[in-house]
């Protein structure tokens, strides 16, 4: 009885060490400005009234709206250089994209970020019927499909890699064509 | 100022533009319609944008609002930089309230003093908003 109590104590000492390790490893690398060390849930609005999403560069605006959260949504896509608009509604493929980016994990921190213009990202928003309870995040959409989504978060210092279909994003860019309901 | 976003319960309004210099683009959605109005900007949308950015917090509500009616108001703007957008919520002033209440974050709610011509504006599309106006496609 003696032996096995001990063995208890040694087993919880051991674990609450290795539970303060881990946490203390968490910690330092937060407060010296690493961000996360894993992939990790960054947000998760799946179960959450999206009513607007909101994906704008400089060429390629597509603003997807409804009126309340059981309707459909419906799309325009704007494409300013081209002096082009388009009005749909929202179909199958533009059902799956937004399923993909209501929820965001992201992996580690890159540890050399990706330079360049940052008029060249995307701004991703999605927006609920309360807008301060929606997300916004800056996107780096690689042209490569085989390359991944790297994303800025408001609040959070570095660049991190994103767990979203490349070659999905790049679906988007068509506009109505691909992503409007189609008879 | 290099993006606009106004939604209300019955109209939704991307504005935009690729340089500072230019003239914004609007776009405009309507609950009634399929149709998306299409315009440049003109004197009426700078008036509503220069309200929109010049609100005066009178006194704190006391006894705050709901926020899920039909009467409230975003804006949301985004500059050149990269910061995030900067959403505004606004109600409209009504029999009960004559005055426009602010939302401040998630719980807090302010009486404002603006100009008027956000709310003249706001919901009025290209007539009043633009300088020229035609029809984008829709099916």
Redesign the interface.
Same mark, same amino acid.
Request: glycine share 8%; with cysteine; aromatic share 10%.
């Given at each position: 009885m003696r032996r096995a109590l001990g063995w208890m104590a040694c087993t919880l000492l051991a674990v609450l060490t290795l539970g303060f390790a881990t946490d203390w490893d968490n910690w330092v690398e937060l407060v010296a400005g690493h961000g996360p060390i894993k992939a990790e849930l960054f947000y998760d609005m799946s179960t959450r009234p999206v009513t607007?999403v909101?994906v =704008?560069t400089?060429?390629y605006?597509l /603003?997807a709206?409804r009126?309340h959260t059981d309707q459909p949504f $419906?799309i325009?896509v #704007?494409r300013?250089?081209q002096n082009t608009? &388009?009005?749909?509604?929202a179909g199958p493929a533009f059902t799956e994209w937004l399923g993909m980016v209501t929820t965001l994990v992201n992996g580690r921190k890159l540890e050399t970020p990706l330079k360049g213009d940052?008029t060249g990202?995307t701004?991703l928003?999605l927006?609920t019927?309360? &807008?301060?309870?929606g997300e916004?995040t800056?996107l780096f959409l690689p042209h490569e499909s085989t390359e991944a989504i790297v994303a @800025?978060f /408001?609040g959070l210092p570095g660049q991190y890699p994103v767990e979203w279909s490349t070659s999905a994003f790049s679906v988007i860019k068509d506009g109505c064509r691909t992503m409007?309901e189609h008879p | 100022m290099r @993006?606009v976003?106004v =939604?209300t319960? *019955?109209q939704?309004l991307?504005a935009?533009?690729?340089d500072p210099g230019e003239v914004f &683009?609007i #776009?405009i959605?309507r609950?009634d319609r *399929?149709?998306?109005e299409?315009c440049k900007a003109g004197a009426g949308f700078a008036r509503f944008l220069e309200a929109a950015s010049s609100i005066f917090v009178v006194k704190k509500v006391e006894a705050v609002v709901e926020?899920?009616t039909k009467d409230w108001v975003?804006v949301?703007t985004?500059d050149t930089s990269? *910061?995030?957008?900067r @959403?505004l $919520?606004l109600r409209a002033p009504n029999a009960g309230e004559p005055r426009t209440i602010m939302?401040w974050?998630?719980y807090d709610q302010y009486v404002v003093e603006l100009d008027d011509g956000f709310w003249s504006n706001v919901t009025s599309g290209c007539a009043e908003l633009g300088i020229s106006v035609e029809m984008?496609?829709?099916?």
């Amino acid at each position: 009885m003696r032996r096995a109590l001990g063995w208890m104590a040694c087993t919880l000492l051991a674990v609450l060490t290795l539970g303060f390790a881990t946490d203390w490893d968490n910690w330092v690398e937060l407060v010296a400005g690493h961000g996360p060390i894993k992939a990790e849930l960054f947000y998760d609005m799946s179960t959450r009234p999206v009513t607007g999403v909101l994906v =704008s560069t400089s060429d390629y605006k597509l /603003y997807a709206y409804r009126w309340h959260t059981d309707q459909p949504f $419906r799309i325009m896509v #704007v494409r300013p250089r081209q002096n082009t608009v &388009e009005g749909c509604k929202a179909g199958p493929a533009f059902t799956e994209w937004l399923g993909m980016v209501t929820t965001l994990v992201n992996g580690r921190k890159l540890e050399t970020p990706l330079k360049g213009d940052p008029t060249g990202w995307t701004t991703l928003e999605l927006i609920t019927n309360n &807008e301060f309870e929606g997300e916004e995040t800056r996107l780096f959409l690689p042209h490569e499909s085989t390359e991944a989504i790297v994303a @800025e978060f /408001y609040g959070l210092p570095g660049q991190y890699p994103v767990e979203w279909s490349t070659s999905a994003f790049s679906v988007i860019k068509d506009g109505c064509r691909t992503m409007g309901e189609h008879p | 100022m290099r @993006e606009v976003l106004v =939604s209300t319960s *019955n109209q939704r309004l991307l504005a935009f533009r690729t340089d500072p210099g230019e003239v914004f &683009e609007i #776009v405009i959605a309507r609950r009634d319609r *399929n149709e998306l109005e299409r315009c440049k900007a003109g004197a009426g949308f700078a008036r509503f944008l220069e309200a929109a950015s010049s609100i005066f917090v009178v006194k704190k509500v006391e006894a705050v609002v709901e926020t899920d009616t039909k009467d409230w108001v975003t804006v949301e703007t985004w500059d050149t930089s990269t *910061n995030p957008g900067r @959403e505004l $919520r606004l109600r409209a002033p009504n029999a009960g309230e004559p005055r426009t209440i602010m939302q401040w974050w998630l719980y807090d709610q302010y009486v404002v003093e603006l100009d008027d011509g956000f709310w003249s504006n706001v919901t009025s599309g290209c007539a009043e908003l633009g300088i020229s106006v035609e029809m984008g496609k829709a099916p």
